[in-house]
């Protein structure tokens, strides 16, 4: 019977082990975990069975102990363990700062941006008296009006590309001093092609202008990312970036002041307005700005603890999405070095940096994009937005001079208005699109959550504001109202519903992309629009030159081109774009 008994036992305890270990047990504080040792009473030797109990003696003695230690780990300990984390995590939180040294550099940064805006726009004040002094058709008026945007668009995806190997403090300095001396030299080309209607000299000059000004947007956003964490880089770029509203603005202000201020002083007749100081002035503005970046601005703090870790980083292209921002700059992950410091991987240096934007470029989705009835609706789009936005910044001066009359000062001082719009159209439209996304996705159906469609039906309502309502204001507008300053509220109207396209395809790239491929996107949708906004400049110039017999006929042809160039927008947006994620 003793067999038979110590089999009976061993059958128990086997049994209690498969129980055992089918509900295993993770310690809390530990990696410990139940033996998963599987007992067989059912052994035909009885030295077996033997070992089996042995065996699970050895493992309930081992829990026993486990059980010890876990009770050791009392709720103050817990608690102990508990505030030393949350602790951690506040100092880790506090360190997420911008450094105090970065307020000069951000101050520098917004007067860099207002500076390209400023030099930008002067020439369509300009233009008024530089056409009557050489005597300039309206042809060459936009040749020369849109020569700045042709440098920036074959400009700015190699200067992206640049900044990824080249260091931006030094980027920016180039830049700004090749703009500045291209402003310097803008009226002794101007005086080289009044000889013979010689244009190239000048021509080549605004595009070189126009490509060095691409610099800006590119390198403040690799020092941002070194300078700036995540959670704040948004309000520090809207700081930057106010900057160009800023100087568009002062343009229409300042520079008819600095012409008359300028006139019979720059060398110029003293019955000629001083278009030609005022370039000097402006040129000159940017090469004293170059002092200050030259001591003060970094590419980095000395350590990088602000921007994070390389944990959950993707290199991939960056741009700031804003306006006509087609820039790629590549964005590096940060890695751990030796000494335990948060720092770029530097290993290989900018051949390295050269390989991993190669493989980028490999990888792309190029033909998804293509195929892509979003892509395109969003590219086409942004196209019309910039055949008309470019005319009216561009012609507005002109348009006011010759409809009504109106000198040069009083010109810049009627085209204020619209930009104004324009600023308060582009902070409206974000608000009110969070706004109604939030409304739209807080019924009980939805649980809180936008779905696609509700997104895509949002997207589509403000790009068809934003391209419906200035083609109706430039279709009226096309009757050339007597008033110059209802001409200027349908203007202003132009500009500021077509800045609601923040909201449109502006938020779409984000959406239709996740964060490796959103600013490629971008770029691949802005470039295209770039080139058709400097296009059309030249069109209006050559329409007319062509209509300039018929009284008023001219504009009327260009406003009714750019509303049905609008109508053709919204409708292929409408159409061909949906929220639906495509390219991770």
């Known amino acids: 019977m003793r067999p038979m008994s110590l089999l009976l036992h061993a059958a128990i305890i086997g049994l209690l082990g498969v129980i055992t270990q089918s509900s295993a047990f993770v310690c809390p504080t530990c990696t410990l975990r139940r033996p998963t040792h599987t007992i067989n009473p059912l052994r035909s030797q009885y030295g077996h069975k033997r070992y089996a109990v042995q065996q699970q003696l050895e493992e309930e003695r081992r829990l026993e102990k486990t059980d010890a230690i876990i009770t050791d780990v009392d709720e103050d300990s817990l608690a102990s363990i508990a505030n030393d984390t949350t602790t951690q995590s506040l100092q880790t939180t506090s360190e997420q700062t911008i450094p105090p040294e970065f307020y000069p550099i951000l101050a520098l940064c917004f007067c860099v941006t207002l500076l390209s805006a400023l030099d930008r726009v002067a020439m369509s004040i300009a233009i008024l008296p530089i056409s009557s002094e050489f005597g300039y058709s309206e042809t060459i008026k936009g040749q020369i009006s849109s020569a700045v945007s042709y440098g920036y668009g074959a400009a700015i995806l190699p200067i992206g590309l640049a900044v990824s190997v080249v260091s931006p403090r030094l980027l920016m300095i180039i830049g700004v001093c090749l703009w500045s001396l291209a402003t310097l030299g803008t009226p002794i080309m101007a005086e080289l092609s009044s000889s013979g209607y010689i244009l190239l000299p000048l021509l080549s000059i605004r595009a070189i202008m126009g490509a060095a000004e691409a610099v800006v947007l590119p390198t403040m956003q690799r020092i941002l990312a070194n300078w700036v964490p995540p959670e704040k880089k948004a309000t520090t770029l809207a700081i930057i970036l106010s900057g160009f509203q800023l100087g568009t603005v002062s343009a229409y202000l300042v520079s008819p002041w600095l012409m008359d201020q300028m006139s019979g002083l720059d060398g110029g007749a003293a019955d000629i307005e001083g278009w030609r100081g005022m370039f000097y002035i402006y040129g000159v503005a940017g090469l004293v700005w170059l002092l200050p970046w030259y001591f003060l601005a970094k590419d980095s703090p000395s350590a990088n603890n602000n921007i994070g870790s390389a944990e959950d980083?993707?290199?991939?292209?960056?741009?700031?999405?804003?306006?006509?921002?087609?820039?790629?700059?590549?964005?590096?992950?940060?890695?751990?070095?030796?000494?335990?410091?948060?720092?770029?991987?530097?290993?290989?240096?900018?051949?390295?940096?050269?390989?991993?934007i190669q493989l980028l470029v490999q990888s792309a989705p190029w033909s998804d994009f293509l195929r892509s009835r979003g892509v395109w609706g969003m590219m086409l789009a942004h196209g019309a937005k910039n055949f008309e936005l470019y005319n009216l910044l561009a012609w507005t001066p002109t348009f006011f001079n010759q409809q009504y009359g109106l000198n040069t000062k009083e010109s810049a001082l009627f085209s204020i208005g619209p930009s104004i719009c324009g600023m308060i159209g582009g902070l409206t439209a974000g608000n009110l699109a969070d706004f109604m996304l939030v409304?739209?996705?807080?019924?009980?159906?939805?649980?809180?959550?936008?779905?696609?469609?509700?997104?895509?039906?949002?997207?589509?309502?403000?790009?068809?504001?934003?391209?419906?309502?200035?083609?109706?204001?430039?279709?009226?507008?096309?009757?050339?109202?007597?008033?110059?300053?209802?001409?200027?509220?349908?203007?202003?109207?132009?500009?500021?519903?077509?800045?609601?396209?923040?909201?449109?395809?502006?938020?779409?790239t984000q959406e239709k992309a996740g964060e490796r491929w959103a600013g490629l996107l971008y770029s691949l949708t802005s470039l295209p629009g770039v080139m058709i906004g400097s296009i059309s400049v030249s069109v209006t110039g050559q329409i007319l030159d062509m209509m300039s017999s018929e009284e008023g006929s001219g504009w009327t042809t260009v406003f009714q081109l750019n509303s049905m160039v609008c109508v053709v927008g919204a409708f292929c947006f409408l159409f061909l774009y949906d929220s639906k994620k495509e390219f991770d």
């Open 313 to 356: 980083c993707t290199e991939t292209w960056v741009n700031t999405m804003i306006e006509d921002d087609a820039s790629l700059v590549f964005q590096e992950c940060l890695v751990e070095n030796d000494a335990g410091e948060i720092t770029k991987d530097n290993a290989g240096g900018a051949l390295k940096r050269m390989q991993d």
């Open 439 to 508: 409304k739209l996705s807080s019924g009980d159906s939805n649980n809180g959550i936008v779905t696609t469609k509700t997104r895509t039906n949002v997207r589509k309502i403000f790009q068809s504001v934003a391209l419906f309502g200035p083609a109706t204001c430039l279709f009226l507008l096309s009757s050339l109202p007597e008033k110059a300053t209802t001409a200027q509220i349908l203007l202003g109207g132009a500009v500021g519903l077509q800045a609601m396209d923040a909201a449109g395809f502006g938020a779409a």
